[in-house]
């Protein structure tokens, strides 16, 4: 029987667990000065320039608006210039809906009779940039006006660091998206959704204790218990369908039941690849792995019925000519369902990693014009263009 006294100080055991609780009261210390005064992360105000990049209102019109009383007062700063709440973007957007021609076009989500988009971001290897394209898609499209909900999947809990909580200490026993998949009394869904700080987007956390539901699920296989894994995290999104237009969710970089519950429960998926040969062919793996896993599970559970399957060039450096040859090389093998527009690789965003924020979290003053500019113009691309797939998957035409 295995002891359930702390390790011995001098042992390696004793080594590593000093380790662990030195680095957390570090961090903790890094997030309290990271988000001070406030105990919780906030969100910063939006500029009028890009609240009619958001928007797809002209600067002129927004200003008459103001003018004419329709839209909401907001702050002013010390120059007079408005500024913007992510909630009273979302006011205009829904003035504008009723108000403005075409008004629709400001409420993209669904529309009755549009089914839930459930997208999966997924590879199998580290560092592909997953939790950065899952935070950032999460993002944009809350800001566009979708309700969006985020499932962290990996029990590494990389997605819910970044929404500002630590894990480890405030998710160590309950609380996470565990609870809804375990085999034993699992709560409903929205027992575990945390709203965020960002105004239309919600967190469904993911803490260490999630690699349990492995185990579990192989228990579950031998003792036929119901619902499979399968099912688990379909069913459990179905309580809370209603709530939302889309589901990101950030998988783990490995093919276990916690993937597969997240692939089996998704309407589409996108692959994150770097454009390096090692990388590739790691995907390369993967998707003949995924393949056959899924091929073995549709006789049993019936075609998968993903709308879309697409591939992202991450970490891309235009410049680096062997990156260059290879995002060649995957465009001419995987065609069109490689997406137009990479995600660059930033100090942009490696920068506001550091204190656990994306760059629409980042005030445009802490950054070099041209450099917040090449960024955006990124991923701000490969979000637009994903939200066409994504609008075509509810069958309305785009241009």
């Known amino acids: 029987m295995a002891s359930t006294e702390s390790p011995a100080p001098g042992t390696v055991a004793g080594t590593i667990s000093a380790n662990a609780a030195r680095l957390s009261e570090a961090l903790n210390n890094h997030m309290r000065n990271s988000f001070q005064p406030e105990s919780r992360k906030t969100l910063r105000k939006f500029h009028p320039a890009e609240v009619s990049e958001l928007t797809g209102i002209s600067m002129s019109n927004l200003r008459t608006r103001h003018q004419e009383g329709d839209f909401p007062d907001v702050e002013t700063d010390g120059r007079g210039r408005r500024l913007y709440s992510a909630e009273e973007i979302d006011q205009i957007r829904h003035v504008m809906a009723k108000t403005g021609r075409n008004g629709e076009a400001y409420l993209p989500g669904r529309r009755e009779h549009d089914g839930l988009q459930v997208i999966s971001i997924v590879n199998f290897k580290g560092g592909s940039s997953k939790t950065t394209t899952a935070i950032h898609l999460a993002q944009r499209y809350a800001l566009r006006g979708y309700r969006v909900l985020t499932i962290d999947m990996d029990p590494q809990a990389s997605l819910t660091t970044m929404f500002g909580y630590r894990p480890e200490i405030e998710f160590a026993e309950t609380g996470t998206i565990y609870d809804a998949l ?97 990388d590739v062919a790691s995907m390369a793996q993967f998707l003949e792995m995924a393949g056959e896993t899924v091929r073995t599970l549709e006789e049993s559970t019936g075609p998968t019925d993903w709308k879309f399957l697409k591939f992202l060039i991450a970490r891309y450096e235009p410049t680096d000519v062997p990156q260059a040859q290879m995002a060649g090389f995957l465009r001419s093998i995987l065609l069109d369902q490689v997406l137009t527009t990479p995600m660059l690789k930033s100090t942009a965003i490696s920068d506001a990693g550091m204190t656990q924020q994306t760059i629409y979290e980042l005030d445009p003053n802490q950054l070099v014009r041209k450099t917040l500019d090449r960024i955006l113009e990124s991923v701000n691309g490969m979000a637009d263009e994903f939200e066409k797939i994504i609008q075509q998957a509810w069958g309305r035409r785009t241009t």
């Open 182 to 278: 375990r085999y034993e009394d699992p709560v409903p869904l929205s027992q575990v959704v945390r709203k965020t700080y960002f105004h239309n987007l919600d967190l469904v956390p993911a803490g260490l204790l999630l690699s349990e539901y492995e185990t579990e699920t192989a228990y579950a296989l031998q003792h036929r218990l119901e619902p499979p894994f399968t099912q688990r995290l379909s069913v459990a999104i179905g309580e809370i369908e209603e709530d939302y237009d889309l589901v990101i969710i950030d998988c783990p970089p490995q093919l276990g039941f916690t993937t597969m519950s997240s692939l089996l429960a998704s309407t589409g998926l996108l692959i994150t690849v770097v454009p390096s040969m090692l």
